[in-house]
Protein backbone atom coordinates (compact mmCIF):
# COMPACT_ATOMS: atom_id res chain seq x y z
CA UNK A 1 0.00 0.00 0.00
CA UNK A 2 1.22 3.58 -0.61
CA UNK A 3 -0.23 6.56 1.24
CA UNK A 4 0.44 9.73 -0.37
CA UNK A 5 -0.35 12.73 1.66
CA UNK A 6 -0.22 16.39 0.62
CA UNK A 7 -0.66 19.22 3.12
CA UNK A 8 -2.12 22.86 1.73
CA UNK A 9 -1.75 26.36 3.40
CA UNK A 10 -3.75 28.56 1.52
CA UNK A 11 -4.36 32.06 1.47
CA UNK A 12 -8.01 32.57 2.67
CA UNK A 13 -9.21 34.40 -0.24
CA UNK A 14 -7.95 31.88 -2.57
CA UNK A 15 -9.60 28.80 -0.54
CA UNK A 16 -13.00 28.27 -2.23
CA UNK A 17 -10.99 28.38 -5.45
CA UNK A 18 -8.39 26.05 -4.76
CA UNK A 19 -10.99 23.59 -2.80
CA UNK A 20 -13.39 23.31 -5.58
CA UNK A 21 -10.71 22.51 -8.26
CA UNK A 22 -9.96 19.59 -6.07
CA UNK A 23 -12.56 18.45 -5.29
CA UNK A 24 -12.95 17.91 -9.16
CA UNK A 25 -9.73 16.65 -9.33
CA UNK A 26 -10.56 13.84 -6.51
CA UNK A 27 -13.51 12.96 -8.35
CA UNK A 28 -11.12 11.56 -10.94
CA UNK A 29 -8.85 9.78 -9.38
CA UNK A 30 -11.29 8.00 -7.07
CA UNK A 31 -12.27 6.02 -10.47
CA UNK A 32 -8.15 5.24 -11.06
CA UNK A 33 -7.49 1.61 -11.04
CA UNK A 34 -5.65 1.01 -7.89
CA UNK A 35 -7.12 3.72 -5.88
CA UNK A 36 -8.34 2.65 -2.41
CA UNK A 37 -8.96 6.15 -1.38
CA UNK A 38 -8.98 9.88 -1.67
CA UNK A 39 -9.92 12.46 0.84
CA UNK A 40 -10.11 16.10 0.22
CA UNK A 41 -9.98 17.52 4.07
CA UNK A 42 -9.87 20.71 5.82
CA UNK A 43 -8.01 21.02 9.18
CA UNK A 44 -10.89 21.90 12.04
CA UNK A 45 -8.45 24.47 13.77
CA UNK A 46 -7.21 26.37 10.49
CA UNK A 47 -9.53 26.65 7.61
CA UNK A 48 -7.02 27.54 5.39
CA UNK A 49 -4.94 24.06 6.00
CA UNK A 50 -6.22 21.42 3.52
CA UNK A 51 -5.13 18.14 2.79
CA UNK A 52 -5.46 15.64 0.07
CA UNK A 53 -5.11 12.17 1.23
CA UNK A 54 -4.57 9.34 -1.43
CA UNK A 55 -4.10 5.83 -0.67
CA UNK A 56 -3.02 3.21 -4.15
CA UNK A 57 -2.65 -0.34 -4.30
CA UNK A 58 0.76 -0.04 -5.42
CA UNK A 59 3.25 2.62 -6.74
CA UNK A 60 3.10 1.44 -10.39
CA UNK A 61 -0.44 2.13 -10.21
CA UNK A 62 0.71 5.49 -8.94
CA UNK A 63 2.67 6.36 -11.63
CA UNK A 64 0.03 5.09 -14.46
CA UNK A 65 -2.10 7.94 -13.18
Do not use: H, P, Y
Not at 14 to 39: F, H, P, W, Y
Amino acid sequence: MILVVIRMKVLSEKRMELSQAIVSLVRSIRTEKGCNRCDFCQDVEDENRLILLEEWDSQEKLRAT
